[in-house]
Every structure is written in C-alpha cells, then in structure tokens.
C-alpha cells in the first residue's frame, strides 16, 4: 500500500490548476479521473479519503469487482474496450461513462441495448487521431462519414470524443494529436445538433498539455497510484 498516494493526487490537482491557470481556463471545467486498473481497492480507498469521486477502469470484470467495495458515492468510467457481447452487463453496471467507444458497430449495439433496457447510455467515441494502423477509434474520415447516422441512435447520449494518442516520448509530441481531436470536437459541433461538451485526452505524463489544448477529462493512473504491476 503506498502512503503517498494523497499526495501524489494533490500534486496532480495542483498540476490541472496550473495549466488552466496557463491557458486562461476555469478550472472547474477539468475533470480529473483517477484510473485506478490495476490498484487494489485500499490504494483506491486512499484516493476517495482524499475527496476524489470517479474513477476509470479498463477493464468489465475488474470493475465490476471493484465497485461493490467502494462507497456508493464514487462514478465509474470504463476506459477501456468493450467486446460486444458484454455491452448489456456495462450497461446494468451503470457506469457513468463509457469512454473508448471505437465504431459505428459498436455504437449501434449500445443504442439497442440501452433501448432494452430502458436507459440512456452516456459515451465517448474514441478517435484514431494518429491514424495508426494498430489502434481502436474512429478513422476521422469514417467519424465524420458516419455522424448523421450517429446521431441517429437513440438512447444514446454522445457526450463528446476521446484519444489515445501514439506513445510519445515527450509530452509536447502530443501536442499536435491534442489539437487535431479538439479541431474535430469543434468541427462537428457546427454540423449540429449535440453540443459535445467533453474532451477526453491527457495522461500521468502528458495531462498539462492536453489541458491546454482544451481537454475537459484527465486521466491520471500511474501519477497518482504509483507504477503498475502487471504481472
Ligand atoms: C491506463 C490508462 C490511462 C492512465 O495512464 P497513466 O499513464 O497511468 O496515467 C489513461 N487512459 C487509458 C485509456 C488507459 O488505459
């Protein structure tokens, strides 16, 4: 159990002011989600002592363990992919945020599922902004193809859109990736209706330059927990 963990995320807090302080934004408008894969739910205990509320799981199965044995106040984020055929049992999990949703295929078969269960479902779709050949996420190109019929689905809220950009060595290299999402958040934003008022982008290393370039939702795993352990 690390005794640091308070403070690592007051570090962390102190890190999201001075880069709205930076870029002229309020604060308040920042989201600071602490992804906690991987942390055994002591280490999470820690991060909720210390006032902090949601929290990102990559994982269905390690979430779904984690949340019956954390207060009922914390929101959870699943972050990670979501095979089609465990859509139902995320939605009846209740998370607060499903933020990787990476297709049209996949978007449609959260609509359906939420319309049978009577439940609006809140996500992100994650885009390939690096166009990289390995990785999940809407090309820009298929995302701006596939809006009309997006925005068809019913029971589903688009709150907005999220990356993961290439594996940078330093953080400014990300710079670019940052932007080029928040471009394409303002560009569907005029060819209407949704508002989409999220940007989810930044990490432990990189969470002060996407703030910059308009991030609304950090995600902070390893600056706050510590180094993961996955063996
Ligand atoms: C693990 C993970 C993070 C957190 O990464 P850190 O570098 O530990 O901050 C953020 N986003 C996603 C999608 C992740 O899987």
Redesign the pocket.
């Known amino acids: 159990m690390s005794q640091y963990i308070p403070q690592q995320l007051d570090e962390i807090r102190a890190g999201v002011i001075a880069a709205a302080a930076r870029s002229h934004r309020d604060p308040a408008g920042i989201n600071l989600l602490a992804?906690s894969?991987t942390f055994p739910v002591e280490d999470l205990m820690q991060a909720y002592d210390a006032g902090q509320r949601v929290f990102?799981e990559?994982r269905l199965q390690e979430a779904m363990e984690k949340i019956p044995q954390m207060p009922q106040d914390c929101r959870w984020h699943l972050?990670?992919p979501l095979q089609r055929n465990k859509v139902r049992k995320a939605l009846q999990q209740g998370f607060a945020l499903i933020e990787?949703v990476p297709s049209l295929r996949l978007s449609e078969a959260i609509s359906r599922i939420a319309c049978e269960e009577g439940i609006i479902a809140s996500i992100l779709l994650e885009v390939n902004v690096d166009a990289e050949e390995s990785k999940h996420g809407f090309s820009v190109d298929d995302l701006r193809a596939q809006w009309d019929e997006l925005m068809a689905l019913p029971s589903l809220d688009i709150q907005g859109l999220m990356c993961?950009p290439a594996f940078a060595a330093s953080a400014q290299e990300a710079r670019p990736a940052f932007a080029s999402l928040r471009a394409l958040a303002e560009e569907l934003r005029e060819r209407g209706p949704l508002p989409l008022p999220l940007l989810s982008m930044g990490?432990?290393?990189d969470f002060g330059i996407a703030i910059e370039e308009g991030s609304t939702n950090v995600?902070?795993?390893?600056?706050i927990f510590g180094k993961?352990d996955y063996s």
Do not use: D, E, L, Q
């Open positions: 992804v894969k990102g990559n972050i990670g990787a993961i990490m432990s290393h995600r902070v795993g390893s600056a993961r």
